[in-house]
């Protein structure tokens, strides 16, 4: 079809106009390690236990699914109970596609016109847009240039005087890798309530959807005594499940009965409850490939710093690291030597996901080539 019509000529909301949608470049390039996925495929046990289950969903495929997902809700719970030692029963607890969607309705909810929300920069860059996509406004706060930690008197000041509705706290942080420590995120909820314009204070969402990766525990005890506060996680990365699209968050009982004020209804498929269900069966199995991943992050933060760069601390499952004058060029020259890592647009900086053993050697070799070449 000839295309006529550009998307300026439809009657498209305002704040729409003149913007690109989230796009990371999806390059067929023999090493991917620019979106922070999990390099490990689920091992072969797990796509039999996913098959079976799957059958079984697809023969009441006739009906809508379990609206509240509660079977998965409780299997959730489990594994935060678990992998925490904090326990959360199933209406802590609440699952939509990949946490982007959770984040979504948390804004849909908690959001939306005449209200704002807080992050610390460089950040997700979904939570301005979500924020966008919801109508909510978007009040951009920094962070300390050199190690990209959260100055917390100045965060302090700052929410004091900008009284966000929502406050995004994220940590690990993509895509600087920074943990955030429990006492900044208690200081921090404490300045949003008290600068809070209304009497029912205001949301804090602490997106962990790396959490497993970091050197740190957990933040999720902290929502005990905390109604505001809002956990939320993803199987996209530890459980290596991106495809799957299974996010999930834990708070008080009261927050995801407000949330499902927002979602629409039987918005989590049979087949995704099913998938994600047979993963958590094998939490274990895959919990062991985060640990690999870890050690390897961990390798590639001393290599890279072995060659000069500087690195960014990381919690997660991917590095930060420069400086660059140009970051773009270097990052086009890792490119030329098969490897695709993530130009975020943080000033002098690139990152890299931690991909299987032999990715991150062929990943530091093309580093270290793409030196040689601009010296
Ligand atoms: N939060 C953060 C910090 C992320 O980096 C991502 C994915 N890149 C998400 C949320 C969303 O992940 P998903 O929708 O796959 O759960």
Redesign the pocket.
């Known amino acids: 079809m000839t295309r006529t019509t550009r998307i300026d000529d439809l009657p498209l909301r305002d704040e729409l106009r003149g913007k690109s949608p989230y796009g990371a470049p999806q390059l067929d390039v023999p090493v991917r390690l620019n979106?922070?996925e999990n390099p490990y495929p689920l091992p072969e046990e797990l796509v039999r236990r996913i098959a079976e289950r799957v059958s079984d969903a697809a023969r009441g495929l006739n009906r809508y699914p379990d609206r509240d997902a509660v079977g998965l809700r409780t299997a959730l719970a489990g594994y935060l109970t678990e992998t925490t030692g904090h326990r959360v029963g199933p209406t802590q607890v609440w699952a939509a596609?990949?946490?982007?969607?959770?984040?979504q309705q948390l804004l849909q909810a908690f959001g939306g016109p005449g209200r704002t929300a807080l992050g610390f920069d460089p950040?997700?860059s979904?939570?301005a847009l979500i924020a966008r996509g919801t109508g909510t406004g978007w009040i951009s706060g920094g962070r300390d240039a050199h190690d990209f930690t959260i100055d917390e008197p100045a965060a302090v000041d700052f929410i004091t005087e900008q009284r966000p509705d929502v406050l995004f706290i994220?940590s690990?942080?993509?895509?600087t890798g920074t943990a955030v420590a429990p006492e900044t995120v208690r200081a921090l909820y404490d300045a949003a309530q008290a600068a809070a314009k209304g009497r029912h204070g205001a949301l804090v969402v602490v997106?962990e959807?790396?959490a497993e990766f970091s050197h740190r525990p957990s933040l999720l005890p902290m929502i005990e005594g905390r109604p505001n506060l809002v956990i939320?996680?993803?199987?996209?990365?530890a459980f290596g499940a991106?495809g799957l699209?299974?996010?999930y968050l834990a708070a008080d009982p009261a927050l995801v009965d407000a949330v499902q004020l927002v979602r629409l209804p039987y918005h989590l498929s049979a087949v995704t409850q099913a998938t994600a269900h047979a993963a958590l069966e094998f939490s274990q199995t895959l919990l062991g490939y985060v640990e690999e991943l870890k050690s390897e992050r961990d390798r590639l933060v001393r290599e890279l710093r072995a060659m000069d760069l500087e690195v960014t601390d990381s919690d997660a499952n991917f590095v930060q690291f420069g400086r660059f004058a140009d970051p773009h060029a270097f990052w086009e020259k890792v490119l030329e030597h098969g490897v695709l890592i993530r130009d975020n647009g943080v000033p002098g900086r690139l990152r890299v996901s931690v991909g299987t053993r032999a990715e991150n050697d062929t990943f530091l070799d093309a580093v270290r080539a793409a030196l040689k070449d601009t010296h």
């Open positions: 979106t922070n596609n990949g946490s982007n969607e959770i984040l950040s997700y979904m939570h994220c690990p942080n993509n895509p997106d959807a790396y939320s996680r993803t199987m996209s990365k991106a699209r299974l996010g």
